[in-house]
């Protein structure tokens, strides 16, 4: 399959985006040499390769889920904070 310029064109207007020629031409072009990059993947003989869903098999490390009854200390909580006020995060106003 080859994307077109036209395909392009009709993605960018569903996602409301909006690009020049030139950008819409380099698109086309990136996503064509992806697409027979991926080609090649088609002459392979993967008959005898069970299918996969991760690269390794190792279990995700978890650590002991433990209740602790002391709080943290509030000044370690917002040490990392970008803006805070006191004991408090500082966040951008959302509802006017």
Do not use: C, W
């Not at 996602?15 to 040499?33: D, I, M, P, V």
């Not at 390794?56 to 200390?73: A, G, W, Y």
């Amino acid at each position: 399959m080859k994307i077109t310029p036209e395909m392009i064109d009709h993605v960018t207007k569903l996602a409301r985006l909006s690009f020049g020629e030139k950008e819409l031409a380099g698109f086309t072009s990136q996503l064509n040499e992806i697409l027979q990059y991926v080609e090649k993947l088609n002459e392979l003989d993967t008959a005898n390769v069970p299918p996969t869903s991760h690269m390794f098999f190792e279990k995700t490390p978890m650590r002991e889920d433990k209740v602790r009854t002391e709080p943290s200390p509030i000044e370690k909580i917002v040490e990392n904070a970008p803006q805070r006020e006191g004991n408090f995060f500082v966040v951008p106003r959302v509802i006017e």
